[in-house]
């Protein structure tokens, strides 16, 4: 997909993984929605840097937790800059607990969020792809989705959801050209990861993470950006979290 002209919607997309993509995705030649729950200053910098660009930016305020304001969301997005093109769902949030700690409330908002947001965008998205027979979807899962992760269950099981909602919807776009992908990024350094303490930070880089450093938001942004462009992917899930998922010790 050349993304000159097209428009892509980044959930979440005011901070940290989202606010890269949209910078990504912007300097390939996209305009650019970029939802958020509130209009805060990051979100009036991001739009200031990306129409600096000479790409049309609008900020669409919605929280994709609640059915409807997902459903709004795609729709404000495509009546702003006429349609929607690619959609990354990158909206999320942490949810720790093991299966005795964690609240009810707390399992049921990362599947709204993280699953039933991604179920209600699409359902609003894709008509709009199928019309022109052209689309790709991104999904943001999370290593946490594809092994055991202590104390993060209800967040774990969510993500792990994903790669198999990009599996099952790719091959059902299939004939409409449109393609669904899914990235899981590791320890990426962005306000996720301020929770950590300096201890847990040392050991990540001494000993759970192969290649000794933090990713950053633009390296997820990139492979984004690929598999948005990439006419001959489809269906996938692409690890990026510098070894940590694939080590034994």
């Given at each position: 997909m050349e993304l000159a002209g097209k428009v892509c919607l980044i959930t979440g997309g005011t901070k940290g993984i989202g606010a890269a993509t949209a910078v990504e995705l912007a300097l390939l030649g996209a305009d650019v929605a970029i939802n958020g729950r509130v209009a805060d200053e990051a979100a009036i910098d991001?739009?200031?840097k990306i129409e600096a660009m000479g790409r049309r930016c609008v900020?669409?305020?919605?929280?994709?937790?609640?059915?409807?304001?997902?459903?709004?969301?795609?729709?404000?997005?495509?009546?702003?800059?006429?349609?929607?093109?690619?959609?990354?769902?990158?909206?999320?949030?942490?949810?720790?607990?093991?299966?005795?700690?964690?609240?009810?409330?707390?399992?049921?908002?990362a599947f709204d969020v993280h699953v039933h947001g991604a179920f209600h965008l699409c359902r609003a998205a894709v008509p709009l792809m199928k019309k022109k027979r052209d689309g790709a979807i991104v999904l943001i899962s999370s290593v946490a989705g594809l092994r055991g992760c202590l104390g993060a269950i209800a967040y774990g099981v969510a993500k792990g959801a994903l790669p198999q909602f990009a599996r099952a919807l790719g091959r059902e776009l299939g004939d409409d050209n449109i393609r669904v992908n899914c990235v899981?990024?590791?320890?990426?350094?962005?306000?996720?990861?301020?929770?950590?303490?300096?201890?847990?930070?040392?050991?990540?880089?001494?000993?759970?993470?192969?290649?000794?450093?933090?990713?950053?938001?633009?390296?997820?942004?990139?492979?984004?950006?690929?598999?948005?462009?990439?006419?001959?992917?489809?269906?996938?899930?692409?690890?990026?979290?510098?070894?940590?998922?694939?080590?034994?010790?």
């Open positions: 991001l739009k200031a900020t669409v305020i919605a929280d994709i937790s609640k059915p409807a304001e997902a459903t709004k969301c795609v729709g404000a997005a495509a009546s702003a800059l006429g349609g929607v093109d690619v959609l990354v769902h990158s909206a999320g949030g942490a949810a720790g607990g093991g299966l005795l700690e964690v609240s009810q409330e707390a399992w049921y908002q899981s990024p590791g320890i990426i350094r962005t306000r996720f990861q301020d929770q950590l303490t300096g201890e847990q930070i040392k050991d990540n880089l001494e000993r759970r993470i192969p290649l000794h450093r933090e990713g950053k938001a633009e390296d997820v942004a990139k492979v984004i950006a690929m598999l948005v462009c990439n006419d001959n992917i489809t269906g996938e899930n692409v690890v990026i979290d510098g070894g940590m998922s694939m080590r034994i010790v």
